[in-house]
Nanobody, 124 residues
Framework: QVQLMESGGGSVQAGGSLRPSCVAS????????VGWFRQASGKEREGVVSFRSDYIRSYRDSVKGRFTISRDNAKSTLYLEMNGLKPEDTAMYYC??????????????????WGQGTQVTVSS
């Protein structure tokens, strides 16, 4: 069992940067596949970026080159470096986790632990 808590969202202008983080409770964090998802108002939750337990990272095409995922296993913390933010990045951002390997890293059904979300708002 693991609990996830996001923080670090906020409001920025287009072109700005944010670095939300997600702290996990429990142990054996290094054995979890983790990821960031987002859900804009009126839309489905979509995968943004993942960091599998074998340390393979996957990015959604629209964020490649702008977002970077990283993890600190000693702190049980996941980070999302977001640069060059665009208004279409506005959404609630959630971190997710699964013990072991995911096969489809950006699919929400792959993960069974979720945080409560942190809001990211980008104005033009």
């Amino acid at each position: 069992q693991v609990q996830l808590m996001e923080s670090g969202g906020g409001s920025v202008q287009a072109g700005g940067s944010l670095r939300p983080s997600c702290v996990a409770s429990g142990s054996l964090y290094s054995r979890y596949s983790v990821g960031w998802f987002r859900q804009a108002s009126g839309k489905e939750r979509e995968g943004v970026v993942s960091f599998r337990s074998d340390y393979i990272r996957s990015y959604r095409d629209s964020v490649k080159g702008r977002f970077t995922i990283s993890r600190d296993n000693a702190k049980s913390t996941l980070y999302l470096e977001m640069n060059g933010l665009k208004p279409e990045d506005t959404a609630m951002y959630y971190c997710a986790a699964l013990y072991g390997m995911v096969t489809k890293p950006l699919m929400r059904d792959e993960y069974n632990y979720w945080g409560q979300g942190t809001q990211v708002t980008v104005s033009s």
